[in-house]
């Protein structure tokens, strides 16, 4: 009996953890600071973005050409395929002040990077 209150209680921490992380994301979600990135060309426009330090950030990436391309940064942790004349979002973690380059994995030409202050 009281195995089976403390596996109950157990299950309790478990569901009131998991729903901690979830409200915590939304409100990171609702606090990112959005940037608008376009890709024309087979160029990032503006290649040079800033941003300030420790925000959640929204990229809105608009792929205005008509073949995909694919925006990977390692020094961000992220890829995105985003299929021609579309759109698509790439949430990023907040970041410490720095520099974190940026490409379209598909044409090493385009290039730029975020200046996170």
């Known amino acids: 009996m009281l195995l ?8 309790l921490l478990v569901v009131a953890s998991a729903a901690m992380v979830m409200l915590a994301s939304a409100v990171q979600a609702q606090q990112a600071k959005e940037i608008q990135i376009t890709y024309k ?3 990032f426009q503006p290649a040079e973005i800033s941003a300030p330090a420790d ?7 608009k792929n205005l ?6 925006f ?6 992220v890829e995105k395929v985003v299929t021609g004349n579309s759109e698509g979002v790439i949430n990023v973690r ?3 002040p720095g520099r974190y380059d940026f490409f379209d994995d598909f044409n090493d030409k ?4 975020l200046n996170v202050q």
């Open 4 to 11: 089976n209150h403390l596996l109950k209680r157990a299950g």
């Open 41 to 43: 060309g087979k160029q």
């Open 55 to 61: 925000t959640a950030l929204t990229l809105r990436l």
């Open 65 to 70: 050409d008509p073949q995909p391309m694919e």
């Open 72 to 77: 990977e940064s390692t020094s961000l942790r």
């Open 94 to 96: 907040p970041l410490k």
């Open 110 to 113: 385009a290039r730029g990077s």
